[in-house]
Every structure is written in C-alpha cells, then in structure tokens.
C-alpha cells in the first residue's frame, strides 16, 4: 500500500473533490511521475489536492471557490499546490515564502505551466510580519497560510519569530513530522496548539493514511474564533 492510495479513495468518493480532480492537469514540466491508476497524476499532485479537500472539510474553505483572497504558504515545495490552486480556479493574491534557490525552481515550474500570477518572498521577518499584520494595506481578507512540513523543519528561532505572524491570519494549516534535526515536534505543537487557543479553534490529529504505512504525521487546523 502506497501513503497516497488512501488519499485518492478520499477524493475518488467525494463528488466535489473527483470533480477537482478532472480539472487538475501535471504538464510536461519537471517530467512528474505519474501513476496511471490514479488519473495520470502524480503522488505529490494528489497529496496537495488531499490537502485541499483537507482545507473544505476540517475549516469550511473551498480554495476553489475563492473563499479566501490570499494565500500565504510557507515553503512552497516546487510550486505545485500554487498551480493546482490556479488551476482549479482560485484567483486571489498567492504568496511563497522560501528561500530564494527555492524561488527559481517554483517561478520555473510555474512559468512552464503558464502561471505567473505569484509573489515570491524570502523568509525575512522584516518582510513578512507586515506581510500578515491585520489592517495592513496588503493584507485582504480572508486569508490563509499554509505550512506543510515547512514549520517542522525549521530551527527553532526561526519557529518562534514566525509565530507573532499567526494572530494576523484568518486560517492556519500545517503539516509536521514527530521529530527534525533533534526538535521534538510534538513537545513543539503541542506549545503552539496551547499558544493559538485564545484565537483560533484548533484541531490536531494524527494522519491516518500516512499512520498505515508506518509514518506518524500530524495535521494541524485553525480557524479564527
């Protein structure tokens, strides 16, 4: 059994998500590894829309019906999610915070699915605190910040920093492993879920298709009070 088959049975059985699906495309870029039983998609493309389907129904947001007007995803992989958010419809503000190595390869990837409608950020404070401070000019509401993995794996201080960013938010979305580079994740969640609470219902719960393959990942969902 492969961590993503249980994703697609999720999406395969819920009539908004299978119609996601048909709209989401890989292209040529990057050559993706594609498995012909799940749509021609490839395992990352259906972990992202998983995670999208995760947004609907754990916070009530549907990406694709634009009931956010910004997105703000910390450590954006290759872009892939932002295309499948533009994809799929989504038309409002979407910004990748990452390092700048990190940068070129997602404008890459993006450009060769012709997306180009994205801000790039480097994870500087000095930018993005404004970047998500309420009553701020570019914020627009509602706004979202994903973080799948990225928070985790970061070192502590930096961790801390980007916790005065979360208040300003709407809707917070992560995704973590137990331990990074000798951080206990859980000991560190479970601090962040007790910090939130006076602002955000938060739910955390352990990832069951990923917990059957041997791997305990946690998905962390907040939603403003």
Known sequence: TKWYEGYFQDLAKDSEFRNVLDRVTEGSTG??????????????TIQHVHQLYLLSTRLNVSVADN???HIVDIGGGYGNLCKIARQIGYTGRYTIVDFPIMGEIQKDY???????????????????????????????SKSLLIATYSISEMPI????????????LDYLYFVHNNSFDGVDNIE????????????????????????????????MTCKRL
């Open 31 to 44: 050559s993706p590894y594609t498995v012909a039983s799940f749509d021609n998609l490839s395992p990352s």
């Open 67 to 69: 009931d956010v007007s």
């Open 110 to 140: 993006l450009n060769g699915n012709g997306i180009s409608d994205v801000e790039f950020m480097p994870p500087d404070m000095s930018k993005i605190k404004p970047l998500t401070d309420r009553g701020m000019t570019v914020v627009q």
């Open 157 to 168: 201080e930096l961790r801390q920093q980007i916790e005065s960013c979360y208040r300003s």
């Open 188 to 219: 560190y969640f479970s601090y962040l879920k007790d910090m939130l609470e006076d602002d955000f219902e938060v739910e955390w719960a352990t990832d069951e298709h990923r917990l059957k393959v041997g791997a305990d990942h946690r998905i």
